[in-house]
């Protein structure tokens, strides 16, 4: 069962909330911008003026438009992502054309057969995973998407909060301002079974880095791995956020002292290759970011060299388009810190 909220932990505000491990910024789900009674229209942040910060806008919704394919963009004076850092154009259902026009690598390729990868920590101090988990608390239950626990309110005027008390007026559900488009919209259900999370978007758990257990947040997505409220962290922190001191938690808890175990940054990095069979394109992911560009080369099963790429420095995945390849078997090779490994992966044409 998820946690209970931590009511006195700190809430989420704009601006940096975490780092990933490429380096680039973590915020939560607003973007500054809320509805004005007054002027009956949006203000504040982009737009200018000040809203009532009642009725406060979803970034990931609103500014859809305006991510690149990694699900990012600069503001504030930062490159930041809001969401889920996984390419829009790997999403099983895609809902933004950009990666047509600006391809990305993202930061990972979710994979719905292995324990998601540790992507970055939030500013208190916990650990922030990809999509995929073990679906029980203690490492058991096979690998599950970790699910938000947060679900659209059945409303269609906006002049109550989530918690039933009356508010000041926002737009009505519409083309325009549809549900989800705020995040007063949402409200929190406990989940039925242990991979929904709580109501900071985490749980205690166990993790491959972390075999004792810690508490770790997930970059939920719903079934077709679009990125699920409230994305990563929020609204709230399960730990205490201070300028001097973090993993504090300010109720009656059981301490747990765990540090990584070492895999997840191990010589013998993980390499996954998907998807298996593939068609289109073949994903190379490793278990941690490169320090130097890394070449890699595919091969058919004679050894001849079809096609190069790269992962570049500071990134973690890379791309073979396959569309111009044959059917048959092809080898992906890659000289990993004086390691050479060879995938093998079966390519099928409709």
């Known amino acids: 069962?998820?946690?209970?909220?931590?009511?006195?932990?700190?809430?989420?505000?704009g601006g940096n909330i975490g780092i990933f491990i490429n380096g680039v910024a973590l915020f939560d789900y607003r973007d500054g911008v809320s509805w004005s009674t007054a002027s009956n229209s949006l203000k504040g942040g982009p737009l200018g003026g000040m809203g009532d910060n009642v009725w406060n806008r979803d970034a990931?919704?609103?500014?859809?438009?305006?991510?690149?394919?990694?699900?990012?963009?600069?503001?504030?004076?930062?490159?930041?992502?809001?969401?889920?850092?996984s390419a829009f154009g790997l999403d099983k259902a895609v809902i933004s054309n950009v990666c047509d026009l600006y391809p990305s690598d993202g930061l990972y390729v979710i994979d719905s057969t292995a324990h998601a990868p540790l992507l970055g920590f939030a500013y208190d101090g916990f650990p922030i995973y990809g999509?995929?988990?073990?679906?029980?608390?203690?490492?058991?239950?096979?690998?599950?998407?970790?699910?938000?626990?947060?679900?659209?309110?059945n409303i269609t005027m906006?002049?109550?909060?989530?918690?039933?008390?009356?508010?000041?007026?926002?737009?009505?559900?519409?083309?325009?301002?549809?549900?989800?488009?705020?995040?007063?919209?949402?409200?929190?259900?406990?989940?039925?079974?242990?991979?929904?999370?709580?109501?900071h978007n985490g749980r205690f758990?166990?993790?491959?880095?972390?075999?004792?257990g810690t508490y770790c947040y997930f970059t939920t997505v719903d079934e077709n791995w679009n990125s699920a409220y409230p994305y990563v962290v929020g609204p709230a922190f399960y730990g205490v956020k201070s300028a001097s001191k973090v993993n504090t938690i300010s109720e009656?808890?059981?301490?747990?002292?765990?540090?990584?175990?070492?895999?997840?940054?191990?010589?013998?990095?993980?390499?996954?290759?998907?998807?298996?069979?593939?068609?289109?394109?073949?994903?190379?992911q490793l278990g941690d970011i490169v320090r130097n560009d890394q070449e890699i080369t595919l091969m058919d099963i004679n050894g001849h060299i079809i096609t190069k790429t790269t992962i570049h420095q500071g990134s973690t995945i890379a791309y073979f388009d396959l569309t111009t390849i044959y059917a048959g078997t092809y080898i992906i090779t890659l000289d990993l810190n004086g390691q050479m490994i060879s995938k093998k992966i079966l390519v099928e044409k409709d």
């Open 252 to 284: 009656s808890v059981t301490t747990y002292i765990s540090t990584p175990s070492g895999t997840y940054y191990d010589k013998e990095m993980k390499v996954s290759v998907f998807p298996s069979p593939a068609k289109d394109f073949v994903a190379i």
């Open 158 to 199: 906006r002049n109550t909060l989530p918690s039933g008390a009356s508010s000041k007026s926002g737009p009505d559900v519409s083309t325009t301002y549809p549900i989800g488009y705020f995040k007063e919209d949402y409200q929190f259900n406990v989940g039925s079974s242990a991979d929904y999370l709580d109501e």
């Open 1 to 13: 069962m998820p946690i209970k909220s931590n009511a006195a932990a700190t809430p989420t505000t």
């Open 131 to 153: 999509a995929y988990g073990y679906k029980n608390v203690d490492g058991s239950g096979g690998i599950t998407r970790m699910k938000s626990s947060y679900t659209y309110r």
């Open 205 to 212: 758990c166990v993790t491959p880095e972390y075999p004792n």
């Open 60 to 85: 990931v919704v609103a500014e859809r438009n305006g991510f690149d394919c990694a699900k990012a963009h600069p503001a504030m004076g930062n490159y930041h992502h809001h969401q889920n850092p």
